[in-house]
């Protein structure tokens, strides 16, 4: 019977690259006839003219194989629209019809969060999707049997592609990739595929190939040191390991007895994975048996060099047993090789070159526009490396996907990168996530492609339709990287610093039509800057003309550096371009210097905040302030305040004359206890309007300070005690007033 095999992606409802050959590739029948026909029709459903050559059969191919049975058509590149394809392959008496192709974009998706959450975990997007470019998307998911499958499958075991009306499939896909395809067939009016590999906890070294990562000695031994390196023998000796424990299920004891032929006695062999193989005699009641050495043994080598078990009774009857033992048990049962123990834990796509092995095989000669990445927490380790990997990646994905040759610039992949979120930080390596992300900005600048990069530091809280805001954000920068110059091809990153007296001047890229603040923002957050001691401290910062920002700080006269939203949460990096796109965090440059602890609360602009309370726990909304002594109700004034957006108004009843309130340090994303020893005092502005006598004192600092009965605006300052007062893990602010109720209004807390 005349078997006909084919690509797994040649399905009905594929979308293939515009702008490339398109190389099909598949295996009949040695010595037969193969002929491929390309039948192209217009959607509307409109009257086509037999004389119209962009219509009908616009292409017949024919190509006979040899004694292996391959045959190869290439297409040649086709334009974008939305005209519907169909393959007709004749082999024999086979005849397969691959129906509703479209050409337009194809993009690859693989990694893992924010990108492997699915739609059927998602909410709906605030605004209605539209129906047009609804049906524009199409999605591939390639079924997984084994490793290294075969890249080809039977005709009739094509699985179409995923459209938007089969609902049921489309629920397992990317919400993320869903987004992201919408949003560009919503710009592009023309056809857009993805090719879905996203799943969770998958890191960037389970897309290597085992040739990628012999070929680096020094990845090779980053992935031993990190315990995650493999050999492709232990991986086998592994396998057959899990397939023997599979087949134990059904066997109750794995004991091979045979007799003694000399003595009547019975031998028995006993198989484990930590003793390959104990040899024991049973003899009248009395058991005699061979200690297994750490090193696994192989039958064959102790036949052949004249090593045998020791019979309690008669040497060369344990040699003529030995070599039945080798008759009745096979050589591969037997574990010649350990393997690390790691590989019974982490899934097979998870593991080093694992998802590589399992995809990348079906998904050969496909064209594609651009590659999206989402490194896993896992990846953070490879921090330093990472560089090396995404290189090494490159060039296994320029084996498996096309174009092989670019006649035309605007043909050359694309990536897009994501930066690795503040909610999968390392509690006990709290900057390590900045510095890989810090990485991927090389990457970017570094690497012949053109390559972009999304954080979403400013998305932390857990909403059900984030990733379709994910999905908008790499369509945008999808947009800028390939189609127009008037959107960004990155997130916007700082490019130029220089220094004007006491002022620092930023410059940045992709500001496109400018730089803006957050919504419902009025003050610019952040920035922090350092003089010559490297002592860095919260900053003001100020936007110009929407395209720079200058950066100061009064108490600094000869600022050395500075850097935004660079620490373990940025809760009020609040800094991004006209698109929506964050600003990057960043830093000057990476001499030994002192970071300050999030300062949030100083400001007295705000009352919530985006934290967490524990490590175990989401971001949520938690308050800034708290009340320890009395009873305080607070408020923000925005028109009675020194600077910033307001000010804190704090309605109070006293307790004991005594009313005291102070930030929540003990939130697990502000890494309490603080360590302000770089400091030595601290101001605050306090506005008293009830004009009565108050004083104020702080834990850990000297003495207390009166407070005016005037109605202006007073700084006071306390010095601190000693050094070791400087680390604290609560600041309370404690007011002494003989009044029973009262007002003040508290702005603009520092440490100098």
């Known amino acids: 019977m005349?078997?006909?095999?084919?690509?797994?992606?040649?399905?009905?409802?594929?979308?293939?690259?515009?702008?490339?050959?398109?190389?099909?590739?598949?295996?009949?029948d040695p010595y037969s006839v193969v002929t491929l026909e390309v039948v192209k029709d217009p959607t509307d459903g409109r009257h086509v003219s037999k004389l119209d050559t962009d219509y009908g059969v616009i292409l017949s191919l024919e190509t006979r194989t040899r004694d292996s049975g391959k045959f190869t058509f290439e297409l040649p590149s086709y334009r974008a629209s939305s005209d519907a394809y169909t393959l007709i392959i004749h082999a024999s008496v086979v005849s397969v019809t691959i129906k509703d192709l479209r050409c337009g974009d194809l993009w690859l998706t693989m990694g893992s969060e924010p990108l492997c959450g699915p739609i059927r975990k998602?909410?709906?997007?605030?605004?209605?999707?539209?129906?047009?470019?609804?049906?524009?998307?199409?999605?591939?998911?390639?079924?997984?049997?084994?490793?290294?499958?075969?890249?080809?499958?039977?005709?009739?075991?094509?699985?179409?592609?995923?459209?938007?009306?089969?609902?049921?499939?489309?629920?397992?896909?990317?919400?993320?990739?869903?987004?992201?395809?919408?949003?560009?067939?919503?710009?592009?009016?023309?056809?857009?595929?993805?090719?879905?590999?996203?799943?969770k906890d998958v890191p960037t070294y389970a897309w290597l190939s085992r040739n990628s990562v012999e070929s680096s000695e020094a990845i090779g031994e980053v992935l031993k040191t990190a315990n995650l390196y493999y050999s492709q023998d232990e991986y086998q000796a592994f396998c057959n390991q899990r397939d023997k424990s599979a087949d134990k299920k059904d066997d109750d004891s794995d004991t091979a007895h045979i007799e003694n032929k000399d003595t009547g006695h019975e031998?028995?062999?006993?198989?484990?994975?930590?003793?390959?193989?104990?040899?024991?005699?049973?003899?009248?009641?009395?058991?005699?048996?061979?200690?297994?050495?750490?090193?696994?043994?192989?039958?064959?080598?102790?036949?052949?060099?004249?090593?045998?078990?020791?019979?309690?009774?008669?040497?060369?009857?344990?040699?003529?047993?030995?070599?039945?033992?080798?008759?009745?048990?096979?050589?591969?049962?037997?574990?010649?090789?350990?393997?690390?123990?790691?590989?019974?834990?982490?899934?097979?796509?998870?593991?080093?070159?694992?998802?590589?092995?399992?995809?990348?095989?079906?998904?050969?000669?496909?064209?594609?526009?651009?590659?999206?990445?989402?490194?896993?927490?896992?990846?953070?380790?490879?921090?330093?490396?990472?560089?090396?990997?995404?290189?090494?990646l490159l060039s296994d994905l320029s084996t498996v996907f096309g174009p092989r040759k670019i006649v035309d610039k605007q043909m050359v992949p694309s990536m897009i990168l994501l930066a690795i979120s503040p909610d999968k930080i390392d509690p006990e390596q709290p900057m390590s996530y900045l510095e890989f992300n810090e990485e991927l900005s090389v990457i970017r600048r570094k690497t012949p492609m053109p390559i972009g990069i999304l954080s979403n530091h400013d998305m932390l809280l857990p909403e059900k339709s984030a990733n379709f805001r994910v999905g908008k954000r790499l369509a945008s920068i999808a947009l800028g990287l390939h189609f127009t110059p008037k959107m960004p091809t990155s997130c916007p990153?700082?490019?130029?610093?220089?220094?004007?007296?006491?002022?620092?001047?930023?410059?940045?890229?992709?500001?496109?039509?400018?730089?803006?603040?957050?919504?419902?923002?009025?003050?610019?957050?952040?920035?922090?800057?350092?003089?010559?001691?490297?002592?860095?401290?919260?900053?003001?910062?100020?936007?110009?003309?929407?395209i720079r920002a200058m950066v100061w700080n009064e108490s600094i006269k000869e600022p050395y550096g500075v850097m935004y939203a660079y620490m373990p949460v940025p809760h009020l990096a609040n800094f991004k371009n006209r698109s929506g796109l964050p600003v990057l965090p960043f830093r000057f440059d990476r001499e030994p210097c002192t970071y300050h602890p999030d300062l949030s609360f100083a400001s007295c602009d705000r009352l919530e905040f985006t934290g967490k309370k524990f490590w175990d726990t989401p971001f949520e909304k938690l308050p800034v302030f708290q009340t320890v002594k009395g009873k305080c109700?607070?408020?923000?004034?925005?028109?009675?305040?020194?600077?910033?957006?307001?000010?804190?108004?704090?309605?109070?009843?006293?307790?004991?004359?005594?009313?005291?309130?102070?930030?929540?340090?003990?939130?697990?994303?502000?890494?309490?206890?603080?360590?302000?020893?770089?400091?030595?005092?601290?101001?605050?502005?306090?506005?008293?309007?009830?004009?009565?006598?108050?004083?104020?004192?702080?834990?850990?600092?000297?003495?207390?300070?009166?407070?005016?009965?005037?109605?202006?605006?007073?700084?006071?300052?306390?010095?601190?005690?000693?050094?070791?007062?400087?680390?604290?893990?609560?600041?309370?602010?404690?007011?002494?007033?003989?009044?029973?109720?009262?007002?003040?209004?508290?702005?603009?807390?520092?440490?100098?």
């Open 267 to 392: 031998l028995v062999m006993h198989r484990d994975a930590d003793c390959p193989l104990t040899v024991s005699e049973v003899k009248e009641g009395q058991t005699y048996e061979q200690e297994s050495s750490d090193e696994p043994i192989d039958l064959r080598s102790i036949s052949e060099e004249k090593t045998h078990v020791v019979s309690s009774t008669n040497t060369s009857a344990g040699m003529m047993i030995l070599n039945e033992l080798e008759h009745k048990v096979k050589p591969e049962e037997v574990i010649l090789t350990k393997y690390p123990e790691f590989l019974n834990d982490v899934p097979d796509s998870q593991l080093l070159c694992g998802s590589y092995e399992l995809f990348m095989c079906m998904l050969h000669d496909m064209n594609i526009r651009g590659i999206v990445l989402a490194p896993d927490a896992k990846d953070v380790v490879l921090r330093g490396k990472y560089s090396k990997i995404i290189s090494l």
């Open 2 to 28: 005349t078997m006909l095999r084919l690509p797994h992606w040649l399905a009905t409802g594929m979308v293939f690259q515009q702008g490339a050959p398109l190389k099909i590739s598949g295996e009949t």
């Open 122 to 199: 998602t909410g709906s997007p605030r605004t209605p999707l539209k129906e047009a470019p609804m049906k524009l998307v199409r999605f591939f998911q390639p079924p997984v049997f084994s490793r290294n499958q075969n890249c080809l499958c039977d005709h009739n075991q094509l699985s179409s592609w995923i459209f938007v009306r089969d609902s049921q499939r489309l629920a397992g896909v990317s919400a993320a990739a869903f987004s992201m395809a919408y949003h560009l067939a919503d710009q592009l009016h023309y056809p857009i595929g993805v090719i879905d590999l996203t799943a």
């Open 493 to 546: 990153e700082c490019i130029g610093v220089e220094i004007v007296a006491n002022k620092i001047m930023l410059t940045f890229d992709n500001t496109m039509d400018g730089l803006k603040l957050s919504e419902n923002e009025s003050v610019l957050h952040g920035f922090s800057i350092c003089g010559e001691d490297r002592v860095y401290m919260p900053a003001k910062a100020k936007l110009l003309h929407g």
């Open 633 to 752: 109700l607070l408020t923000l004034d925005t028109l009675n305040k020194t600077e910033g957006a307001s000010s804190v108004k704090i309605n109070y009843e006293t307790e004991n004359s005594l009313v005291a309130f102070g930030p929540v340090l003990s939130y697990a994303s502000l890494f309490a206890p603080y360590d302000l020893k770089a400091y030595s005092r601290i101001k605050v502005d306090v506005f008293n309007p009830d004009q009565s006598e108050k004083t104020l004192q702080i834990e850990g600092f000297i003495g207390s300070e009166s407070i005016e009965k005037s109605l202006k605006w007073q700084t006071l300052s306390l010095e601190r005690k000693s050094e070791d007062s400087m680390v604290f893990e609560e600041l309370t602010f404690e007011f002494f007033d003989m009044q029973k109720s009262g007002v003040l209004f508290v702005d603009n807390i520092r440490f100098e």
